[in-house]
């Protein structure tokens, strides 16, 4: 008669053990359930990411293909390039429910969409002007530097700006060394050396070893400076900070060669730069009148403006472009890509540049 309490007990223990046992055999098996559901899930977001990925592409490889359409039928019909064509006109957010597949049923709302704009690139004023072949060009420098000062910043860091480019840049070939080491000369050379107190010539040229911006211009130097290829390079220059690029950005661009100003897409500030003796406000005015009617030519222009344009300004000035950058923003449902693009246009011949994602 006392075994049985014992035995009841342990009766009772062994069930509570199995009902714990039970307990964690079920949760195990939800968690991998759950696991195995999280992974699928995984998966399917991934595959459903890069599939929207490739459907961006694309969008944006025929929105550029569209583009290039664009500038080379204004080349055709057109002889000069104002913000009065097709192609400045900016395309708004626009649905491509009927050329995306976005997963969504007929009864959903799409949120596919395409959206960009055609700007002229030769607006803005290009770092490219700044240097060639390695030589700094003090007129460049000088316009820069009042492009600095009319968008109120230092205007003393042009002078390292162009010495920065100019280290980028390849330099021609002077001849073997001579004896000691030093660049071979020719007697002619020599002769007009002498006598002289200074070996520079006068010019609006200058030969980036001769910069007093305190960088390291030596020829012979063995760092070689990556080439400048965007407006964000210039942060490699002491003295520029990533609030002065953003506003540098809608007036100074980097393209391979060097260019004139379009007057007819250029902003107030970058053609008081690029003339003399004109203040922002006395551009301002050409815009103004430029917007009313834009110029057809050279000639022209300097007859409207008579008092304030020289004859040396034809060196400076175009009508035409030849470059162009492209923006484009594709969203498609929860994922967004936007590119950035720079188009060459040389005749009937469009070609791309580069092309940068983000």
Same mark, same amino acid.
């Given at each position: ?25 079920? #949760?195990?098996?939800? #968690? ?35 583009? +290039? ?7 055709? #019909? ?11 006109? $900016? ?10 597949? $976005? ?19 030769? +607006? ?33 860091? +042009? ?8 280290? #980028? ?119 103004? +009148? ?69």
């Amino acid at each position: 008669m006392t075994m049985l309490p014992d035995v009841v007990f342990n009766l009772r223990r062994q069930a509570g053990v199995a009902v714990v046992t039970a307990l964690l055999l079920t #949760t195990l098996a939800i #968690t991998i359930v759950a696991s195995l559901f999280w992974q699928q899930q995984v998966q399917v977001r991934s595959i459903e990411n890069q599939r929207y990925q490739l459907q961006k592409k694309w969008v944006l490889r025929g929105a550029l293909d569209w583009a +290039a359409l664009i500038l080379r039928e204004d080349e055709r #019909t057109s002889k000069v390039d104002h913000l009065g064509e097709p192609w400045a006109v $900016n395309l708004g957010d626009t649905r491509l429910d009927q050329y995306v597949e $976005n997963g969504k049923t007929d009864v959903e709302d799409s949120e596919a969409t395409l959206s960009g704009q055609i700007s002229d690139a030769q +607006a803005k004023f290009n770092l490219s002007n700044l240097a060639k072949n390695g030589v700094v060009n003090l007129r460049e420098q000088a316009v820069f530097a009042k492009l600095l000062s009319n968008l109120r910043m230092d205007a003393s860091l +042009a002078q390292q700006v162009a010495a920065q480019i100019a280290l #980028t840049q390849e330099r021609p070939f002077t001849g073997p060394p001579g004896p000691g080491g030093s660049t071979g000369t020719t007697d002619t050379d020599k002769g007009s050396d002498k006598g002289s107190g200074s070996t520079s010539k006068p010019g609006s040229e200058t030969p980036v070893g001769e910069s007093s911006s305190g960088l390291s211009t030596s020829s012979g130097s063995e760092v070689q400076f990556l080439r400048f290829s965007q407006i964000d390079d210039l942060l490699a220059v002491p003295g520029f900070s990533p609030e002065m690029l953003i506003r540098l950005k809608n007036f100074v661009t980097v393209l391979p060669v060097e260019t004139k100003i379009n007057v007819n897409t250029t902003s107030p500030e970058v053609l008081s730069a690029r003339l003399e003796n004109v203040s922002v406000s006395d551009a301002a005015l050409m815009i103004a +009148a430029r917007d009313r009617a834009y110029f057809l030519d050279f000639e022209r222009f300097k007859l409207q403006f008579s008092d304030k344009v020289s004859e040396s300004a034809r060196d400076v000035l175009d009508f035409r472009t030849k470059f162009f950058v492209i923006n484009g923003r594709v969203k498609l449902n929860r994922s967004l890509l936007e590119v950035n693009a720079l188009f060459e246009r040389d005749g009937q011949r469009v070609q791309v540049l580069w092309i940068k994602e983000s």
